[in-house]
Structure formats: C-alpha cells, structure tokens
C-alpha cells in the first residue's frame, strides 16, 4: 500500500477572507492498495472557520499518512475506528481526507438527492437565480445579518413570493447577532417559508430564549465545530431545535459526523451535511456521506458552483472548467519516495 499527497490551488470567482484573491487551496491524500483499491481524500481547512492552517494541516496530514504507510493493521482499525481513535487527536481536516481516502467506496453512488442552492451576490441576482430554481431543488440558503436589516427581510419576503410552495429557505445568521436584534428580525419573517434560521446569536446559550419570542426553529452550525477529529461532546437539545448542520471539515471527519448523524436521528432532528468550500473531490466525498446518512434531506454543497476550476475529474452537471490532473498538482510527500 502507498500514501501520496499533494497540493492544490483552483480559481473561484469569490474572495474568501484569509485565502490568495479568487483562489482556494488545499491537499489532496491519495490511498492505494496492492489489489489496485484507490481512495481520494480532501484536506482544505477554511480560513476563519478551521482552527489548524494548511501548512499546520499539511505536517499534521503527512506525519499520520507516514503512520499508516507501515502498518496495515492502523489502516484497517482507522477503517472501523476513525482516525482519532487509531491514531490520536489531528486536525479536523486531516481527519475528514484521510477517512474519506480510506472508507468511501466512489464507485457506489444510486440515490438522487434533493438539491440546495446558496443564493449569492446582489439583490437582483439572488431573485433572478431564484426564478430559475431546477425541480429538484427543495430548499435555497441565504445568508443574513450582512447589511441592513429591511432590506434584508424585504428580499426574504420577495423570495417568498417567488419560491414554488414546497420549496423551503434556509437562513444563516453566522452568529452576526444578540439576542435582541435576532428576535426584531425573526418576529417579520414569513416563518411558514423558513426551514430554521441558522445560528444567529453570538451566545449560542440564548437560542431557546430566541425559540420562545419567536417560534422560529434553529439551527446549530458553528456550535458542532471541533479543533480535532473523533469523539466530542453531543450538543444539548433544546425546544426550537430543528436541525444539525454538520461540515466535515470543520465538525471532525467522517466518524464524527456518523455520529452526529446517528444523534440527530435518534432525536428527530433534520442532519443536513454540509461544505465549507472543498475542490470538487471533497464536495463527491460530501455527497456520498449524504447519500449514506440523509439521503432525504438536501445538502448544502452548492459552493463548487463558485468555483472556475476542477480536480482529476469534470463534475457530473457542473460548468465545463479547467480540469487538473494528478501530474499537474504539486508533490508534497510520497510514502514510496525518501526524497520528499
């Protein structure tokens, strides 16, 4: 067996706080086995979200991968286990690539999920990608607490007005608020429309004081993140909860996230898997765990859609973009080469 890693850099058409102008970068883990078994892993930590920085995750990545190369028996305990419990605490990204390279079989993927659209840019764009909603997108996600507060809930209405009866919308507070300016704003939602509004408050704490003034079902996004990988404290249901909204590469990897999974439904709350702007291996990655634990549900991976390149591979429905190979990206460490 070998381990490979490399690095990436793609054209996106935003800018994203802490990252190169119009470029998101990242690490790319390949597995592969004597019997010719290849897995693909995403490492792209998201500055201003992740706690560990690339080049913090890019030692973490390579020290875990050399761990691994000599021992068959922490490859297949990381299988079963995670990588936390075979290996220690790493960074959630680290965690979310090497469980992705090791566990996902991406040949295996039958099932048509419900699609999400993330609503961006001005006023006038956000209606005219509204009006042009496919038939399978069940819910849009838009961003609030970013400018005014009536001319935000005046595009929410007018969305309202737009948006077919089954469709609902998903709103994403970023935690921009306190208590006070999240219950003016909810109190003038059309809350028939809303699916849960997603962490407004800067306390976390007050989302059920939020719930009581105002009946709006909450989301928790922010509060599910990790520094590390594995096991970690399940969040406390409250009334007003009505979902988990679980990033991979921020919440601790795919083990983490099967047990957030497995909370959620044993608590009969909505598990939306989510991005947090991987290439477009990491978003296949994303949607095969979607399939596997929410496959009713519609996931929020729409962020490739800013994206003006690809990794290996054109994306199924995706615009055509550059597409890098392997040989393209930068060799960073082979467990087959002393060299690097």
């Known amino acids: 067996m070998a381990f490979e890693i490399v690095r990436w850099s793609l054209p996106i058409q935003i800018s994203l706080p802490g990252c190169p102008e119009h470029c998101r970068e990242g690490l790319l883990v390949r597995f592969h086995t004597s019997d010719d078994v290849v897995g693909f892993g995403d490492c792209c930590p998201l500055p201003g979200f992740s706690t560990e920085t690339l080049a913090e995750a890019q030692q ?17 305990r990381c299988r079963e286990h995670g990588v936390v419990a075979t290996l220690g605490q790493y960074p959630s990204s680290v965690c979310f ?12 993927s039958s099932v048509s999920l419900p699609e999400c659209r993330l609503l961006t840019g001005s006023t006038d764009s956000i209606i005219q990608q509204a009006q042009r909603l496919g038939s399978r997108v069940s819910a849009v996600k838009l961003k609030v607490g970013r400018c005014a507060a009536n001319d935000e809930l005046a595009l929410i209405h007018t969305l309202d007005s737009i948006l077919g009866q089954a469709v609902k919308l998903r709103l994403d507070g970023n935690r921009g608020w306190n208590l006070s300016e999240a219950i003016e704003f909810t109190k003038q939602l059309p809350l028939h429309r809303i699916a849960f ?17 105002t009946g709006c079902p909450v989301a928790l996004d922010e ?13 406390q ?10 990033k991979p590469t921020l919440s601790g990897g795919i083990h983490r996230s099967r047990e957030l999974a497995w909370f959620a439904h044993s608590h009969g709350l909505e598990l939306v898997l989510s991005s947090s702007y991987e290439s477009n291996i990491g978003i296949e990655t994303l949607r095969l765990l979607a399939e596997e634990l929410a496959p009713a549900t519609a996931p929020g991976l729409d962020t490739l859609s800013a994206f003006s390149g690809y990794l290996l591979k054109q994306p199924e429905g995706m615009p055509s973009h550059a597409v890098s190979s392997w040989a393209e990206l930068t060799p960073v460490w082979s467990s087959s080469d002393s060299t690097l």
């Open 197 to 213: 509004l997603e962490e407004p408050l800067r306390n976390p704490a007050e989302l059920p004081t939020l719930f009581e003034h």
């Open 60 to 76: 973490a990545l390579m020290s875990a991968c050399r761990r691994l190369a000599s021992d068959q028996h922490l490859v297949d």
């Open 223 to 235: 509060s599910l993140q990790a520094r590390f990988g594995g096991h970690q404290h399940l969040p």
């Open 237 to 246: 249901v409250f009334p007003g909860l009505a979902a988990l909204v679980v």
């Open 97 to 108: 690539a090497l469980e992705s390279a090791l566990t996902l079989n991406r040949s295996v």
